[in-house]
């Protein structure tokens, strides 16, 4: 267990966290969406427990267990309960058609490289290469935020942000302090509650959670 | 006999290896199709009595054929040969991979689809027409992805020559992501570029999906039989470039016997075993409907692409 | 020092205790009155606490964890005072909201609970020595402050808090990024343990933090707590926010939760400052408070509802805090900070004002709202008063802190002036278009009679012109404190 295997996977973990980004960019059906929504939760606490293995920090152990717990099952299926409960439609309705969100996701990881670029060279830790993809990752997540219309692939992006910058902190620095990264998960959890409320208060209002329908009667 | 001597007769050997070998490919995978369908199927040989047949019979030409009709066939032919000569089937050390580079390579089988396409155009049928224009559209985003996962390959290797590449992935001792990435969106490629489910299907004249079998609708004869030759020896092409960059174990560094003996055995083995997979992909798979192959060949583009950041990002300097 | 440590405890655990007491209380009645006694509690602890910490000086708290200096201990004051007067006054406002726009009790219960947690959030993140508390206090207040927003359930309650949550979760994703980044550098001189995001040990060996991952992290951090200041173009949300929350929400949160993302975010300039040596994190500031100053001036014109319109004063005063913090020279953070309070008390004052009258009036609608002096002199002459207030004329708090703002930029900037008087001189003409109409004139058939409490509102605005005709000894002496602090300890 020396550096050059840490490093190679979290390498090996950094590509297939950027890949689940775009995988989740580019689905058509909902459903695939949480799939791979879940796989990267699944992912994160691998990645976890890999680091917890190699760096000797304990309390990352406890990390994978809660993100396995938490992200890869628990809100995946969360969710999945909403869309099954609320006969949600099944399509992923994007703003802006596909290959073009291909193009920008592109650029942003481009852009991402180009920001990270000093940083890399300064630092010391061996994991430090992932930064790039960890911010492309928080930027990726964002992107898909923005392009759709629906209240429940917004909130994938969402939590895809936040499995991102968990990414980031185990990737980059070995894990936040357990404080920290106790309040995180907790504010997380809380936010997802909230979630599942805000849909439940949007069926009962508009009788949809498309944000376009949303808006419209809510001008009214 | 001098030693660049031996390697001109290795690399001579090794293209005609790919010219011969090819029509075997492309029964070992019917074979396999039949098997998994429960037929019998043809015998794995019957790819070369179809070439003999059609070679036997007489050329028709269309009344309106011009010459361009007549000489694609044997363009088509000595193009995708000679791309197969460059690729490193057994044997790393090639001197005719300092004549052409994979860029070459590409190019080669770009122009030899670019008479296709005007074959295909001569004679003026509507299908012809039909096929070329699927085929150039394609073609234009097939190309892209197939040189960007080479570049990542040869990125790694600062090398395009084929060769150096290929020694280069036989000495990887890192597990290096980008390369999956470029396997992956490579295969999605060589899928398309050879006309294979679930891009287009090689054993159906379905009008209105087929591509590739619409623009040699009119041929026939010995014309015919080198334009099946050409796709077949491209299939191989593929499968042993596949082989050669990603899996090149067991391939001969030098030209002595015994490591180019093992060396054969393993790329066949290699090759089978592809050819089964690929018959296992095209039984479980359907076709997907046309207006969808852009967003696959995108996706191989994307994957393609993603391969170069990430050996940018992670690789290098690493 | 005990003393300093008990007081701390009481404040911090007095609306916490609050919160989990308040949901579990059914009547109305009481529980407005039990959330009072809170935020009174919550206020007397904390002015114990200022007066220790102003006899003792700025020092560390349970192990270290908390953090009281000059600079916070002034904010979490103006906080539980804003919070108690918030909570007088949304006493009689939501007993007439309960019996006329018929909200159940059971959400009264999750306002008062939600209410004393977002105060909790608040002192939670003033007084946090972790920044990584700090983000996760910040979070907490503002997912309190979303299920506030909707509390009406209306279609344009829901709509407005979605967009709030989305946006303000991808602003605090982003300064969360930040603070990784931060970490990730300071963590090579720390090593991995909350030492690394200790701001106290932060602040000490800024000079050590690399600068240019620094520098990101403040580009995060500035996009991130600048959705949450409500700086353009990130304020989308907030207009939304404002109008379609009850009223009080309105009060606290421009009134105080914006007031905590601009303290984070002056907290970090301090650092990068330190890591950097130079003032680019002041100039990203000053380009941020004055577009949003701006385009908030701009906005501001085309409104109909009258929270909305408010509320874009509210992007425009943040946006001229932002532009004195990031001056950074102590005459401009004395400014700035006497600008957050003034701008606290009055802009909290003002929405009070406003949710009386349209309950008055039966709507926001600025149209529908008419003849206010004649109709109920109270409200009428309080919002008059406030709108002069907000809008700087002497002899209010807010022309004093423009002022010493303007002497510092000609210290500083001198072509900044231009474009600040102009913002803010069309803010003043949007502020005065639509208030004129609203406060003389005719009453309108539509008016109801309602009980109104004013008390809040003129102590608030009391306090506000005491602060512009002289700041009293001790707290000038205390800003000065806070501002030289800020300003990396130079002399005023």
Redesign the interface.
């Known amino acids: 267990m020396d550096d050059?295997m840490l490093?190679?996977a979290i390498?090996?973990a950094?590509?297939?966290m950027?890949?689940i980004s775009?995988a989740l960019l580019?689905q058509h059906r909902l459903l695939s969406v949480l799939h791979w929504f879940a796989a990267q939760g699944v992912v994160l606490a691998l990645t976890t427990l890999l680091v917890a293995v190699i760096s000797g920090?304990y309390e990352l152990y406890f990390s994978a267990l809660m993100t396995l717990l938490l992200k890869g099952a628990l809100l995946p299926w969360l969710l999945w309960r909403i869309i099954r409960k609320m006969h949600v439609h099944r399509e992923v309705e994007p703003l802006v058609n596909?290959?073009v969100t291909?193009l920008i996701?592109?650029t942003l990881?481009?852009i991402c490289?180009y920001?990270?670029l000093?940083?890399?060279?300064?630092?010391?830790?061996v994991t430090h290469?992932?930064?790039?993809?960890a911010?492309a990752t928080?930027f990726l997540?964002?992107l898909m935020?923005i392009t759709r219309k629906k209240?429940i692939t917004?909130v994938i992006g969402?939590l895809s942000?936040?499995n991102a910058?968990f990414f980031?902190?185990v990737g980059?620095?070995?894990g936040?302090?357990m404080?920290?990264e106790l309040?995180?998960a907790?504010?997380v959890l809380?936010?997802a509650i909230?979630f599942g409320l805000?849909f439940t208060?949007?069926r009962n209002?508009?009788d949809s959670l498309d944000?376009d329908v949303?808006?419209e009667?809510?001008?009214? | 006999m001098s030693l660049s001597m031996t390697l001109w007769v290795l690399n001579l050997a090794q293209a005609a290896l790919m010219v011969l070998a090819a029509p075997l490919l492309a029964g070992i995978i019917q074979k396999c199709k039949a098997r998994l369908q429960n037929r019998r199927g043809a015998p794995i040989l019957q790819p070369y009595r179809n070439l003999l047949k059609l070679f036997g019979k007489e050329a028709l030409l269309a009344e309106n054929a011009s010459w361009i009709f007549r000489t694609t066939p044997y363009v088509l032919f000595t193009t995708t040969a000679l791309a197969a000569s460059v690729v490193p089937v057994f044997l790393v050390d090639l001197p005719s991979a300092l004549i052409a580079d994979v860029i070459a390579m590409a190019a080669l089988l770009a122009l030899a689809r670019f008479w296709l396409a005007l074959a295909g155009m001569d004679i003026g049928t509507a299908f012809g027409g039909m096929g070329a224009s699927r085929e150039m559209t394609f073609s234009a985003m097939a190309e892209p992805a197939m040189l960007m996962s080479m570049f990542v390959m040869s990125l790694g290797a600062h090398s395009t020559n084929l060769s150096t590449m290929v020694q280069h992935a036989l000495h990887l001792d890192h597990l290096l992501p980008s390369v999956a990435f470029a396997l992956a969106a490579l295969l999605m490629v060589a899928i398309a570029e050879n006309g294979r489910i679930p891009i287009d299907n090689p054993s159906t004249h379905l009008e209105l999906t087929m591509i590739h079998e619409a623009m040699i609708l009119e041929y026939s004869g010995r014309h015919l039989a080198l334009i099946e030759w050409a796709s077949q020896i491209k299939l191989l092409l593929f499968a042993t470039l596949i082989i050669s960059l990603f899996v090149p174990w067991g391939i001969a560094e030098s030209p002595a016997i015994q490591p180019v003996l093992a060396a054969l055995v393993f790329w066949f083995g290699k090759v089978v075993l592809l050819a089964v997979a690929l018959a296992v992909l095209e039984t479980g798979l359907a076709k997907i409907r046309l207006f969808q192959v852009p967003e696959y060949l995108s996706t191989a583009f994307v994957l393609a692409f993603l391969g170069m950041l990430v050996h940018y990002i992670l690789e290098v300097g690493a | 020092m005990t003393g300093t440590m008990n007081w701390f405890i009481f404040t911090l655990l007095s609306p916490l205790t609050g919160g989990l007491l308040l949901a579990f209380i059914r009547q109305p009645a009481r529980s407005s009155a039990i959330n009072i006694g809170f935020s009174c509690a919550t206020l007397i602890g904390s002015l114990g606490l200022a007066v220790a910490v102003l006899q003792q000086g700025s020092h560390e708290a349970l192990a270290g964890f908390f953090f009281l200096d000059a600079y916070n201990v002034f904010l979490i004051t103006l906080t539980s005072f804003v919070s108690l007067t918030t909570s007088i006054f949304s006493g009689p406002y939501m007993r007439f909201e309960w019996l006329h726009r018929d909200l159940p009790e059971q959400r009264l219960r999750l306002y008062h609970a939600m209410f004393q947690l977002f105060v909790f959030g608040m002192l939670l993140g003033f007084t946090t020595n972790n920044i990584g508390v700090l983000w996760i206090a910040l979070e907490l207040a503002t997912l309190a402050t979303v299920l506030l927003v909707s509390l009406y359930r209306t279609p344009a309650s829901i709509a407005a808090a979605w967009k709030y949550f989305m946006l303000a979760g991808m602003g605090i994703a982003l300064a969360l990024l930040g603070t990784i980044l931060i970490f990730f550098t300071s963590s090579t001189i720390f090593g991995h343990s909350n030492d690394a995001l200790t701001w106290t040990l932060l602040f000490a060996h800024a000079g050590e933090l690399d600068a240019s991952v620094m520098m990101m992290a403040f580009a995060f951090l500035m996009v991130g707590y600048g959705t949450k200041i409500g700086l353009a173009p990130m304020h989308a949300w907030l207009p939304d926010a404002h109008a379609e929350g009850p009223t009080p929400v309105s009060a606290v949160l421009s009134g105080l939760l914006l007031n905590l993302a601009l303290y984070a975010l002056v907290r970090f300039k301090m650092l990068v400052d330190g890591a950097t040596g130079t003032a680019v994190a002041g100039h990203i500031m000053i380009a941020f408070g004055l577009f949003s100053l701006c385009i908030a001036a701009l906005s501001l014109h085309k409104q109909h509802d009258i929270k909305r319109m408010f509320s874009f004063s509210s992007i425009e005063h943040m946006g001229l805090m932002t532009v004195a913090f990031g001056i950074g020279t102590p005459l401009a953070n004395f400014a700035g900070l006497l600008h957050m309070t003034v701008h606290s008390l009055v802009k909290s004052g003002i929405f009070f004002t406003v949710g009386h009258a349209a309950q008055a009036m039966g709507s926001q609608n600025m149209e529908q709202i008419r003849g206010l002096i004649r109709h109920h002199p109270g409200i009428g002459w309080g919002l008059l008063t406030g709108t002069a207030a907000i809008a700087g004329f002497p002899p209010f708090g807010v022309f004093t802190s423009e002022f010493l703002l303007f002497s510092a930029i000609l210290d500083t900037y001198p072509w900044l002036i231009l474009p600040l008087l102009a913002g803010l001189l069309v803010a003043f003409a949007g502020l005065f278009r639509f208030v004129q109409p609203m406060v003389f004139g005719p009453v309108p058939a539509h008016a109801i009679a309602i009980e109104a409490n004013m008390l809040p509102v003129y102590i608030h605005f009391a306090l506000a012109l005491l602060l512009g005709l002289a700041i009293p000894g001790p707290l000038a002496n205390w800003y000065e404190q806070a501002a030289t602090l800020i300003a990396g300890g130079a002399a005023l």
């Open positions: 050059v490093q190679e390498s090996v950094a590509s297939l950027l890949l775009f580019a920090h596909m290959p291909m996701a592109l990881v481009l490289f920001v990270a000093p940083i890399e060279r300064m630092s010391q830790l290469n992932t930064l790039a993809i911010m928080v997540g964002m935020m209240a917004q969402f942000i936040e910058l980031t902190a980059a620095t070995h936040m302090p404080i920290v309040g995180v907790f504010d809380i936010a909230i805000f208060h949007m209002t508009f944000l949303i808006q009667k809510s001008k009214r």
